[in-house]
């Protein structure tokens, strides 16, 4: 059964940075692509930074955050990471961890980011 855990959320301040971890259970080159995503409260699940597993690609990334985040993964480790810098409260949400195996998505069960101003 796949699993995927996000780790590193927490409280900071604005202005501030953190690094969401997210393991996976299986090789990452099994899945398509791999991302982030984010849920604020009241408001629909969005793409924050997607990267591919073919390696060619560019990673995607939201508007919001270019120039912010960065995605990136360590294959050895089965893992991908984000780097989220100059943090704002609109930040905050829950972020997901997503891997796509068309045509199943298989998502992690979230860390919280509270970025505080």
């Known amino acids: 059964q796949v699993q995927l855990v996000e780790s590193g959320g927490g409280l900071v301040q604005a202005g501030g940075s953190l690094r969401l971890s997210c393991t996976v259970s299986t090789s990452i080159f099994s899945f398509n692509a791999m991302g982030w995503y984010r849920q604020a409260p009241g408001k629909q699940r969005e793409l924050v930074a997607r990267?591919?597993?073919?390696?060619?690609?560019?990673?995607n990334y939201a508007n919001s955050v270019k120039g912010r985040f960065t995605i990136s993964r360590d294959n050895a480790k089965n893992t991908i990471y984000l780097q989220m810098s100059s943090l704002e409260p609109e930040d905050t949400a829950v972020y997901y961890c997503n891997g796509r195996r068309p045509p199943i998505d298989y998502w992690g069960k979230g860390t919280l980011v509270t970025v505080s101003s």
């Open positions: 990267i591919f597993s073919g390696g060619g690609g560019v990673p």
